[in-house]
């Protein structure tokens, strides 16, 4: 079975900086997708960014951006630009792309982000 | 577009008894999964529907079962509820191969 792991409880970072959080996951597959979702406190979980494991170019949207390090099995999210919006749980997951995906998402146990202003 | 909608907000039930939770897809996404959100055990995976099948089903008692119709509309079930039944219930669907999920704004459910 795949495990996510989010090492960071909290991470708390100055208006306008840069943060980083940080998530590895173990697996034998060699075909998946990673994502990272935010989810506020309105609870709604909302889709950051994805990546396939088959691209080595890393995914970017607009001020997020993420590492892929695939052989370490490590899937970092950058925040450029920190903005007040940005404060939430940041959940990273991980789905298999054998068997279509039914397994659904496996997920970390979340970062809580704070954004000060 | 409308997004995945989630009935109801809240629930209060009593130990024991049984509950129905609805969740409506975005138009044309035929998959829909279900999660249980708790603050000891996080996100879990309940179950996965694809065309009215249930495609695989997470580490969960029968006591919680789920159904999905020609509409691709989802409910789920869980009967004698349990304390620890109480949890945020999310409901997600997919476009499809390789697409993210979207998610509802999830049931809260309380067993008192």
């Known amino acids: 079975a795949q495990t996510v792991t989010q090492s960071q409880p909290e991470m708390s970072v100055q208006e306008a900086e840069t943060v980083t959080l940080s998530c590895t996951y173990d697996?034998?597959?060699?075909?998946?997708?990673l994502f990272w979702y935010k989810q506020p406190p309105s609870r709604q979980m909302i889709l950051v960014i994805r990546?396939?494991?088959?691209?080595?170019q890393n995914a970017t949207e607009n001020r997020f951006s993420v590492n892929f390090q695939k052989a370490a099995k490590s899937f970092s999210l950058k925040i450029s630009d920190s903005q007040l919006g940005d404060a939430a749980m940041y959940f990273c997951?991980?789905?298999?792309?054998?068997?279509?995906?039914?397994?659904?998402?496996?997920f970390g146990k979340g970062t809580h982000l704070i954004i000060q202003p | 577009k409308a997004g995945v909608t989630q009935t109801p907000r809240y629930l209060i039930k009593t130990r024991g008894q049984q509950v129905t939770l609805s969740c409506s897809p975005i138009?044309?996404?035929?998959?829909v999964s279900w999660y249980q959100q708790t603050p000891g055990q996080g996100l879990q995976f309940l179950f996965e529907?694809?065309?009215?099948?249930?495609?695989n089903k997470g580490n969960f008692p029968g006591r919680f079962s789920g159904r999905q119709f020609s509409n691709s509309r989802s409910e789920m079930n869980v009967s004698t509820l349990e304390l620890g039944d109480s949890a945020l219930y999310l409901c997600?669907?997919?476009?499809?191969?390789?697409?993210?999920?979207?998610f509802g704004s999830g049931t809260r459910l309380t067993v008192v």
């Open positions: 138009s044309g996404h035929r998959s």
């Open positions: 529907y694809f065309s009215e099948t249930q495609r």
């Open positions: 697996t034998s597959e060699s075909d998946y997708y």
């Open positions: 997951a991980y789905r298999s792309r054998s068997g279509g995906g039914a397994d659904g998402l496996t």
């Open positions: 997600a669907c997919n476009r499809g191969e390789g697409w993210g999920y979207t």
């Open positions: 990546q396939e494991a088959y691209k080595q």
